[in-house]
């Protein structure tokens, strides 16, 4: 991903917590005829003290995206999106000033590389679910669990399903969310946004006083 110094996300936990944020990801891994893509919800998780962290998930066992992963794993792309937004030069009080403007885009993103690996055994599916469903759930007043469910019915479950490990060995998150435009396009942009009935529009807008604030 290309990420200019000034979009790019140094704090560590900060692209970590994005991720948690916005957990459903786009794999791809190369396959035999060109890229092959999955789409999977991914849960950040530490085993241990001076663990690699990695990325836990699975697909349905029919989905021939895990066919496609020898047995020793392969290398692997995990793309997180967060809001995006089309910037129209019409937002900018510099237009009328001097007209050297163009759209753009807003948006936020992180992209995990690692290697990915398949666990095929239904007898070893249960973590795999499990931490999935801790995370989403957490915060409810009542989360559910799995062991909520009849356990022959989540025995058929993990039947149709394969976990894929992800073990990080980068993550990069960008933020372009008008950084570097003069104060007066980037003030009216977030107001303009704020005041918008897109709820994308509106998530930018809080980006964009948060980096205000950083300031």
Not at 32 to 56: M, R, T
Not at 126 to 152: C, K, N, S, Y
Request: charged share 20%; aromatic share 8%.
């Amino acid at each position: 991903m290309y990420v200019p110094p000034a979009y790019r996300v140094e704090d560590d936990a900060e692209a970590w917590d994005f991720v948690r944020a916005h957990p459903f990801a786009t794999l791809a891994i190369n396959g035999q005829d060109g890229p092959v893509l999955a789409y999977a919800p991914l849960v950040v998780h530490v085993s241990g003290p001076n663990q690699p962290v990695e990325l836990i998930g699975h697909v349905a066992r029919a989905n021939p995206f895990h066919t496609t992963i020898a047995e020793e794993g392969c290398a692997c792309v995990a793309i997180f999106r967060g809001p995006d937004a089309y910037v129209s030069p019409s937002l900018y009080p510099s237009k009328q000033a001097h007209g050297k403007v163009v759209p753009t885009w807003s948006y936020l993103a992180a992209e995990a590389r690692g290697h990915m690996s398949i666990v095929r055994d239904p007898a070893l599916m249960r973590p795999f679910i499990q931490l999935g469903t801790d995370h989403m759930e957490a915060g409810r007043d009542r989360p559910w669990r799995v062991d909520d469910a009849p356990a022959d019915f989540v025995a058929s479950m993990e039947r149709g399903i394969v976990g894929i490990r992800l073990v990080v060995a980068t993550l990069t998150a960008k933020r372009k969310i008008s950084q570097g435009k003069p104060e007066a396009d980037y003030v009216s942009v977030q107001s303009a946004f704020a005041a918008s009935d897109h709820t994308s529009h509106q998530q930018i807008a809080l980006e964009m006083q948060k980096e205000s604030q950083k300031h």
